[in-house]
């Protein structure tokens, strides 16, 4: 079915989403179209939970971090995050989706002045293919430095010069301690052979020697990125790994701590 029926077909069962979200005391969350947006519906709030996890142990995040959430969609990470900051904790999310951004800020902003969200105009196939804004030149006007910068499966919906963009912007955005997880499907030898085996949930084909795609047709649907170009690009924008890399388990590695594999960033020394 096409992605634009699937979501009229949502649109048109959130009433009943709503009523069972009554029943379970869950209308905090946010309508069933837009939470498919995002991910699978089943893990909507276990992820958020095991991000939560991720941004403590993995990014240091405290009660009294400021985080900034590219790519937040409905409000994921801050709905989790709404109890884990304390008064001088801060959270800006940002995202290319209107009707996401809406609802966060009516439903989370509106009530609770630690948290702002903002739109970016900026164009994607699968996300907002009317955009004004090109992701290979936007520019973050955001005169601030986080603690915490998540971009949780943005880079996946990317591609390489949108990619390049971001992560040019990084550095200028955290403080000196800072760090920023980002999720990746990273192509290297240990996926490469695991793919071979047949392991690999997602069966990527080559694009270039960067980026690769798992349905040719829909590029922006799930991209991959080659490891060692992303490490080499991020440390030319003044980034370096601080924490080694957190192997996903989509590529068949029994080990994998997440879905996708994780990057955790800092400006380099
Ligand atoms: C799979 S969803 C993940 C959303 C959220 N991070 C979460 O985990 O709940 C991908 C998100 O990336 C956003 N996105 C795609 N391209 C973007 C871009 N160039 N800048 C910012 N966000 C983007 C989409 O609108 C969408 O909300």
Known sequence: MKRSWKKLLLKGLNPL???????????????????????????????????????????????????????????????????????NGRYTGCDINLAAITWCRKFIASTDDRFSFFHLDVRNGMYNPHGRHLASSYRFDLNDQFDVILLKSVFTHMMKD??????????????????????????????????EAGKNVIAFHRHDDTIAFANPQAPESIVAFDEDKLLKMASARGLELARPIQYGAWSGDKNGLSHQDILILQKRS
């Open 17 to 87: 989403d709503y009523s069972a979200r009554v029943l379970n005391n869950k209308t905090h969350l946010p309508p069933l179209d837009l939470r498919w947006d995002v991910g699978p519906l089943s893990n909507f709030e276990s992820s958020a939970a095991e991000f939560r996890l991720y941004l403590k142990l993995l990014a240091d995040l405290t009660p009294s971090s400021r985080v900034l959430d590219i790519g937040c969609g409905c409000g994921q990470i801050a709905l989790e995050l709404l109890d884990q900051l304390d008064k």
């Open 162 to 195: 949108e990619v390049e963009n971001y992560v040019s912007q990084l550095s200028a955005l955290l403080n000196t301690r800072g760090r920023c997880v980002a999720t990746f499907f990273l192509l290297n030898d240990r996926q490469r052979a695991l793919a």
